[in-house]
């Protein structure tokens, strides 16, 4: 990565003596030898003085920010060996564009994540949102820590002594192999969750939930996760600041390399490999339990699995690839600072990039899943409208009667209209009144179109075999005379003790109309707020349809 200036080797330089033996000269700065002794200070061949822990330049161009070292070892107007100090090279270019590619795929997936997460249809146990969710949220992790890593990868290229950027660097491309993988296995997962969906839409009885399928589908994400866990625990948590011990080869090669190849990478990409094959396996059993209409048993469902898993798939085991060559071999290690920018971004970043914009792109070309099942269950009515002769072209939309009542009204008369048909305060007690009204008005005229017909005698035969009143039914008991209480005493109070039972004796047409005109007083009376008391006896059941 680093194409310095200056030799790269770096060798212990004798001091110069000053004016005494105790004084040493360094870059026009006078230092006292016994302080730089009993502190450990050398001088070395790349312009720099470092005692181990503190390291500073001796460049000529920072003679006025020389260090001062006191007598107690406290050193002040310093400028130290990690700082950016080169330009921007090819690695660091490299990071930049590589960058840029993972924010761009940040937008992506934003967009696919609220295209593919919005609900059309009720939620349904079996089928949770946030399984057609998982896939988005580990693109954008992986895509996080791929803008993180890439960045840092320009202060590698540009910085005297490695330092906290390559630690970055390298730190944040191992947190992204497992975030990768899981962005994989979601993708392929939720693809046989979706095919499993779609047939349990059709018929909800075909795929039991006791079965050996359910079983393998249980417990195989449970598998997966463990191994990229395990491959999480056993690289990530370590110390890390081995990796930037590259200031001489004699320190690279005793402290940086068998840092980045420790056994504990190799261990972790084999995990990394066994959560791969998982993913190989959840494909394999949805094709064999979802795509089994193929016709050819290999070909024929091989076709049925979306392209872009044939990819990314391969994709991820060139990471994981990648991953295990490094634990063996320094030389194509990103954690070395003179690899070649082929591997690190060839097959370090390239496949995670490819890999993200081919989820991407899958994302905007498949619908909804929701309105995929609408279309689905729409096609499906239709077959079966088909069958049954049915011309949905001649049916009015659900919302045509409603419309068409609305057509011509301002919000004011739709609110009335509504109030109209739901009733409510003083429109339904108008409504009662006039509905009292007509019914009385059709009892008269149908009166009186007996007596035209009939003759005027007509209406009394009648009155007499249906116990008195006109309007009273063939089964129901004679109602009880109302009488009003007024000031004087009781008026048109009846005997209480008179059989209702009995047929009516003959009375005469004079008798016959008082009686009338006496129970519409003694109603109008009891209408107009008096206490109205009832003077018939105990009702007797005379059928089961007076009940």
């Not at 490695?162 to 993708?187: D, H, K, R």
């Not at 249980?218 to 948590?237: D, E, G, K, S």
Request: charged share 20%.
């Amino acid at each position: 990565m680093l194409a310095p200036s200056i030799p790269y080797r770096r060798a212990l330089e004798p001091f110069v003596t000053g004016t005494n033996t105790t004084d040493v000269v360094i870059n026009g700065m006078h230092y006292n030898r016994t302080t730089l002794n009993t502190y450990n200070f050398a001088l070395y061949s790349n312009s720099t003085i470092s005692n181990g822990s503190y390291c500073y330049l001796t460049f000529p161009q920072f003679s006025d920010y020389m260090p001062v070292i006191y007598p107690n070892g406290s050193i002040t107007n310093g400028t130290s060996c990690y700082i950016p100090y080169y330009p921007i090279g090819q690695s660091g270019g490299m990071g930049i564009a590589f960058a840029v590619l993972f924010g761009f795929s940040i937008m992506l997936t934003l967009v696919c994540l609220r295209k593919h997460g919005q609900l059309f249809l009720p939620q349904e146990k079996r089928f949770r949102a946030i399984g057609r969710r998982w896939s988005w949220y580990w693109a954008l992790f992986v895509a996080g820590c791929g803008i993180i890593s890439t960045i840092s990868a320009i202060d590698v290229d540009r910085y005297y002594l490695q330092s906290s950027p390559l630690i970055i660097q390298t730190l944040f491309w191992y947190l992204m192999v497992p975030g990768l993988l899981a962005c994989v296995w979601e993708n392929v997962r939720h693809w046989g969750s979706w095919s499993e969906r779609q047939l349990h839409d059709v018929d909800p009885f075909a795929l039991p939930q006791d079965d050996s399928r359910s079983k393998v589908e249980f417990y195989l994400p449970l598998i997966f996760y463990l191994f990229a866990w395990l491959n999480f625990f056993m690289i990530i948590p370590r110390n890390w600041l081995g990796f930037q011990a590259q200031a001489d080869p004699i320190q690279t090669v005793t402290i940086a390399k068998p840092t980045a190849t420790d056994p504990r990478f190799r261990a972790g990409a084999i995990l990394a490999f066994l959560a791969w094959l998982c993913i190989c396996i959840s494909l394999w059993h949805s094709v064999k339990h979802y795509r089994s209409h193929a016709r050819n048993r290999f070909l024929g469902r091989l076709r049925t699995i979306p392209l872009h898993f044939l990819l990314t798939i391969p994709l991820a085991l060139a990471t994981i690839g990648y991953a295990e060559a490094q634990g063996w071999l320094w030389t194509i290690n990103n954690a070395n600072d003179a690899v070649n920018d082929g591997w690190v971004y060839g097959l370090g970043y390239g496949p995670a990039v490819l890999i993200l914009y081919l989820n991407a792109f899958a994302g905007l070309h498949y619908p909804n899943e929701d309105l995929e099942l609408i279309r689905q269950r729409v096609v499906r009515g239709r077959a079966v409208d088909a069958e049954l002769g049915l011309d949905r072209r001649t049916r009015k939309p659900w919302w045509w009667t409603r419309v068409a009542n609305e057509i011509g009204l301002d919000n004011d008369a739709k609110l009335r209209a509504l109030a109209g048909e739901v009733g409510g305060g003083p429109a339904t007690g108008g409504r009662i009144d006039r509905q009292i009204e007509l019914r009385a008005l059709t009892a008269e005229r149908e009166e009186e179109g007996r007596d035209r017909q009939y003759g005027a005698g007509a209406g009394l035969a009648e009155e007499r075999s249906f116990g008195g009143d006109p309007l009273s039914r063939p089964f129901r008991d004679e109602e009880p005379e109302i009488a009003t209480l007024t000031g004087s005493g009781v008026s048109g109070m009846s005997d209480p003790f008179r059989d209702l039972t009995s047929p009516m004796a003959p009375q005469s047409q004079g008798q016959m109309q008082r009686g009338v005109l006496e129970r519409e007083n003694s109603m109008a009376s009891f209408g107009s707020g008096t206490t109205a008391v009832s003077a018939a006896g105990p009702q007797r059941v005379r059928s089961m349809l007076d009940i």
